[in-house]
């Protein structure tokens, strides 16, 4: 089997890891998971069947009968819905029940880009391309605003930024796949940049990891 070039793009929330993931895969032609909605719909069906979000039992019930029809509700982009992801990814049975999925959309052929929290980590460390993007809370806070009350919701500044606080501090905490900069993994601070320019910066990036992955190929 043709070994898959795969590219891992981790990161906090609304550091600009979703952007660049999917502008990298429309420009290599490659193939983009988002995981994060894995867990966004894991958690919104939770609670839709009534059940309680943090009971580890009842949201791996469902994470194993997840099928990927359910990552297109729109309802999975909203503030609520981040939440109850970050609540359900805390249980290791959900984690484990989406395993084979993302691998799987990993080694296709050709490769393909995923986006998520463990990716380069735990899901693919083999991964030949590897990115953690990150930015200060207050200019994630500022993006995520900015998206949110584009799509209708109604909410504050502040509140956002208490959101990326508590997200941040339970996916860096919890003992199951933490999020984390994977030792390998090129750091790339959105902090001071427009996505253009983090978009740029990643591709450069992933065109040096993709050079040196076909070198040690061919060698
Ligand atoms: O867009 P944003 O970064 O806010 O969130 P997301 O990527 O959709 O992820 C929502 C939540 O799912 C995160 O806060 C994590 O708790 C969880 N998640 C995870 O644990 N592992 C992943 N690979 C992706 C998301």
Known sequence: ????????????????KGTVATRLGRELGLPVLDTGLLYRAVGVLTQGAGEDPDDPAAAAAIAILLT???????????RAAGEL????????GVRAALL??????AHQPGGAVLDGRDI???????A?????VTATPEVRAGRRWKQ??????????????????????????RDN???RRADDAALLDTTEMSIELAADAARRIVEAARARWEKSRSG
């Open 100 to 105: 084979d999925f993302q691998r799987a959309f």
């Open 120 to 126: 380069g980590t735990v899901i693919c460390p083999e």
């Open 1 to 16: 089997m043709t070994p898959a070039f795969v590219i891992a793009v981790d990161g906090p929330a609304a550091s600009g």
């Open 148 to 173: 949110l009350t584009g799509q209708g919701e109604v909410v504050s500044f502040d509140d956002v930024l208490a959101d990326i606080h508590r997200r941040d501090a339970r996916d860096g905490g």
């Open 128 to 132: 030949p391309a590897k990115l953690y």
């Open 177 to 179: 796949a933490p999020l």
């Open 85 to 92: 992801a970050s609540r359900v990814a805390i249980h290791p």
């Open 68 to 78: 990927a029809e359910r990552l297109e509700d729109p309802a999975l982009r909203t």
